[in-house]
């Protein structure tokens, strides 16, 4: 398809269980996003890549969260021993550029820790 | 830094007009989005605004004040499917910061 996709869609885990979510990003977008949206609450932002730069890891949460952006192209993020807090929607997104350009998500993530 | 101030709710009538605003402090200005989300989707994109003024495109319409840090969004002519939260997010230093979005409802 032409959009961002993204999966799972849905993931139930257990609380401790390490999960992987993979983003896969409109085709010649070199930036992209991870946000992530509790229950009724805003976007909070994750981490960001644009091209070969060193990625902008400020958003994430804490060290149980790292993301990587092979080839250019799709992004894995994982969350390691996961916690009951860590269940939310993650969103992806990628724009053409940075600065200026819009940004088009994907139907995201939908992780629920037990 | 980035700050992005928004209410949280509004009731409307359908064909009513309704104004959203958001006020924002950013460290850095690439232009400022807003965009739409229904209950358990994705956001989507409404519009960008990175000069001051209006921006109009069908019943939603945005304007923005870069000197002091805001912006709205105006829907007119409202219908039941415009029940949505609408975000507004700044992108500033190359990354988009949202607010926490204004839940619009509307009713007949």
């Known amino acids: 398809g032409a959009g961002v996709s993204q999966s799972p869609s849905n993931k139930v885990t257990e609380k401790g269980k390490d999960v992987e979510l993979r983003c896969d990003p409109i085709s010649g977008h070199t930036a992209l996003y991870w946000y992530r949206q509790s229950l009724g609450q805003g976007l909070e932002f994750l981490i960001y890549?644009?091209?070969?730069?060193?990625?902008?890891k400020s958003g994430l949460p804490s060290d149980r969260f790292s993301a990587e952006r092979t080839g250019g192209s799709v992004s894995t993020l994982t969350i390691q021993r996961t916690q009951q807090e860590d269940s939310a929607v993650y969103l992806c997104?990628?724009?053409?550029?940075?600065?200026?350009?819009?940004?088009?998500f994907g139907e995201g993530s939908w992780l629920t820790v037990v | 830094g980035q700050n992005i101030d928004q209410p949280t709710e509004m009731t409307a009538t359908e064909g009513a007009i309704v104004q959203i605003n958001c006020t924002y402090q950013t460290s850095g200005f690439n232009g400022l989005f807003w965009y739409q989300q229904h209950a358990g989707e994705a956001p989507t994109f409404l519009s960008y605004?990175?000069?001051?003024g209006l921006e109009e495109k069908g019943r939603f319409s945005s304007f923005l004040s870069r000197s002091k840090g805001y912006s709205y969004l105006l829907l007119k002519e409202l219908q039941m499917k415009d029940s949505a939260s609408y975000l507004c997010a700044v992108d500033g230093n190359n990354r988009l910061a949202f607010g926490k979005g204004n839940q619009v409802v509307v009713i007949p």
């Open positions: 605004n990175v000069l001051d």
């Open positions: 997104a990628s724009s053409p550029a940075a600065g200026g350009n819009t940004i088009y």
């Open positions: 890549f644009q091209g070969n730069s060193a990625p902008d």
